[in-house]
């Protein structure tokens, strides 16, 4: 979050970011849930291959390439499937974050001064840096690290 002035008050600006990973995190979360229908769509291909060799449908060389071919695909899927888990849960702490940040900011929508309360609701950190001269000037870096945020 970034905070803007308009007739001298500070009001915030939410960064693009917050609503990114929304969609981000919906898209994960479909993918997750197909790649699950996927899994078990094999599993059911896989029975009825076997049902077909035992009545003898498919021969054992056909039943062979084609339950590989499918074993490699579950396989694959699984390591996807573990993946998008933990990138979903992550992607939904963040999300969380951002909404319980987005809920405390509102709060503060007509800041008229910024006071000890709104610093200690809204900042989770300050990192200043060290200065340096450039051009007879001091040049310091200092960071800012919201609540609930990474930014």
């Known amino acids: ?7 001298g008050k500070l009001m915030p600006i939410y960064p693009p970011a917050i609503s990114m990973l929304s ?3 919906k898209k994960n979360r479909k993918r997750f849930d197909d790649l699950l229908l996927r899994r078990k769509e094999i599993d059911r291909v896989i029975e009825n291959l076997y049902e077909d060799k035992v009545s003898g449908i498919i021969n054992n060389e056909r039943f062979t ?8 695909e579950q396989f694959e899927i699984k390591q996807q499937i573990k ?3 933990k990138t979903v849960k992550e992607e939904a702490t963040h999300e969380l974050n951002s909404n319980k940040f987005s809920a405390m900011a509102k709060k503060f929508t007509q800041i008229e001064e910024l006071n000890l309360q709104i610093l200690q609701n809204l900042i989770d950190h300050i990192t200043v840096g060290h200065y340096q001269m450039v051009d007879g000037f001091k040049e310091q870096e200092i960071e800012i690290c919201c609540k609930f945020t990474a930014y």
Not at 1 to 7: A, D, H, T, W
Not at 65 to 72: G, P, Y
């Open 65 to 72: 390439k084609m339950s590989n071919r499918f074993e490699d």
């Open 83 to 85: 993946n998008l888990e």
């Open 23 to 25: 969609m981000r995190l």
């Open 1 to 7: 979050m970034i905070l803007g002035g308009k007739n």
